[in-house]
């Protein structure tokens, strides 16, 4: 895959001499958070400001996943950055690309991805924390964009994969809520048809522990559209049963 780098900041990466691989695999920065040990390497995230725009470098070193398509492995940042680019593709609101390159350099097999933050969103695991004391617009907002992308994601012919609280960002909009999603690592199409948009949307409503029925029937209204009441409550009854049957298991 050649080197990328997005025309918006090129001349901004360039001006500070960053418009390479090896510039940016040797910045020094201070990581977010510990690195991710496993899969034979390590990968790492910091946050990088130029000219007040910021930035998350993200930097791995045989970081491997393995597939029918690549046996050998290829680094998880590369399947990552092919999805962002087919949600770009697509029209789905997500996370956008600055650079993404890999290296293969003495017994290494090196990645860089590198995006825009976020700043101004906030994502829906923080929006939970105090949710009780949102208003009930607020809340009612929040479902809706929720539900909203969630229909959009599959409408597409994708299944997120990671559909979590930390993973979907929201920003007031007026009297509505833009939502957007991070780490779309793990995205696929979607082949099952409703099994597959249920057991997508699970993993939402299992986590985000604060929300109540009427919460969650005001996500599933705004992400089937118009549905009948008799739809509502089996989509309801799915997602119970399988997040009853994730619980169980432990």
């Known amino acids: 895959m050649k080197d990328f780098i997005a025309k918006e900041e090129q001349a901004l990466l360039e001006r500070h001499g960053l418009a390479s691989f090896e510039a940016l695999w040797a910045l020094k920065l201070e990581a977010v958070d510990e690195p991710n040990n496993a899969r034979g390497g390590w990968s790492s995230v910091y946050r990088l400001e130029l000219d007040g725009a910021a930035f998350y470098l ?70 939970l924390h105090g949710w009780s004391g949102l208003s009930a617009e607020t809340r009612q907002g929040i479902v809706e964009a929720c539900g909203q992308l969630a229909r959009q994601v599959h409408g597409c012919g994708q299944v997120h994969g990671c559909f979590y609280p930390k993973h979907i960002f929201l920003q007031p909009q ?77």
């Not at 491997?64 to 609101?93: D, K, V």
């Not at 007026?174 to 690592?185: P, R």
């Open 58 to 127: 993200k930097r791995q070193s045989n970081y491997l996943s393995r597939s029918l398509t690549h046996p050998f492995g290829e680094p998880t940042f590369a399947r990552e950055f092919r999805n962002i680019q087919r949600y770009q593709a697509l029209g789905i609101p997500a996370l956008q690309a600055v650079f993404f390159a890999e290296r293969k350099v003495a017994g290494e097999h090196r990645a860089i991805l590198m995006t825009r933050a976020l700043d101004g969103w906030q994502d829906l695991h923080e929006w």
């Open 174 to 250: 007026g009297d509505n809520f833009a939502a957007q999603l991070i780490d779309l690592e793990k995205t696929r199409s979607l082949l099952l048809g409703k099994r597959d948009r249920v057991k997508d949307l699970e993993p939402l409503v299992r986590r985000a522990s604060a929300w109540s029925n009427e919460d969650i029937r005001g996500l599933l209204e705004a992400y089937l559209d118009s549905a009948q009441e008799q739809e509502l409550e089996q989509w309801q009854e799915q997602l119970v049963r399988r997040q009853r049957n994730k619980e169980s298991r432990g």
